[in-house]
């Protein structure tokens, strides 16, 4: 579990900082928006001590034949921020293969930096507006989403759209299945 210790200096902190925002804020919309990157912050900061918390579980559970080459950083766009959390690399002393038994607990998609619910958001708004506005829109939301990521993610989803129907047309068309 959590040490006791770090989830009470998030506390202190966000109880600390959030009397001086009200202090040094001029409106409530100055407020509102100042309190939103605080609270996303705190929470970052806890999802990266809980990932790497489950990481070093993992590690003392893990396969003998697994050896720690290692720990490496990695950076995800999550739905309140950007995160960087360092996870242990494993190399299989039989087969050679290099993994991270983090990335395989949580499914964390290989070279992604945009979480899966990041995702999620962002093709729902940049299918239905330009991504310039989308962009704009989900930073109000989650600082630095850059209209160039929604065009990627746009551009992802319809690819993958693409080899989807293809493969249902081969299977109708080729193999004979009748579609439910």
Known sequence: MFKIRFLVEIVLFLAKEIFELIRTSRSIDELEERVQRLVQQAAGKLLVGALEHIDLQLSSQRDPVLKNVGRRSRTLVTSFGEITFRRRLYRNRETGTYRFLLDKALRLPERQRVTPRMTRLILELGTEMPFRRAARILGF???????????????????????????????????GVVPS
């Open 141 to 175: 939301l989650v600082p630095g989403i850059q209209p160039m990521t929604v065009w990627a993610k746009v551009q992802e989803a319809g690819e993958q759209a693409v080899q989807d129907t293809e493969t249902l047309r081969a299977a109708v068309f080729e193999d």
